[in-house]
């Protein structure tokens, strides 16, 4: 069942997503999201990393819509007890 694109997640309201986890670099950023969007989830790696969301940690962050937040959540889950 697909949700949506990453269009879905480019509004400029911060409070339209939520970040999923932090990882270490944008190239697994972008694994992860792009496993999330294949299972259907709206997920995205912004941009401008944390300085979009006025936030200084490091790594990138893996945003997705709130609404896809649990699902999300226990997919990673699945994910890193492998």
Do not use: C, Y
């Amino acid at each position: 069942m697909q949700r949506g694109g990453p269009e879905d997640l480019s509004s400029p309201d911060p409070g339209a997503t939520v970040i999923l986890t932090v990882v270490a670099n944008r190239a697994e950023a972008e694994l992860i999201v792009g496993m999330l969007r294949s299972g259907g989830l709206k997920a995205a790696v912004p941009a401008h990393g944390f300085g979009a969301r006025g936030l200084q940690p490091r790594g990138v962050p893996v945003l997705v819509a709130p609404d896809d937040e649990e699902e999300a959540r226990q997919f990673l889950a699945t994910v890193e007890d492998r």
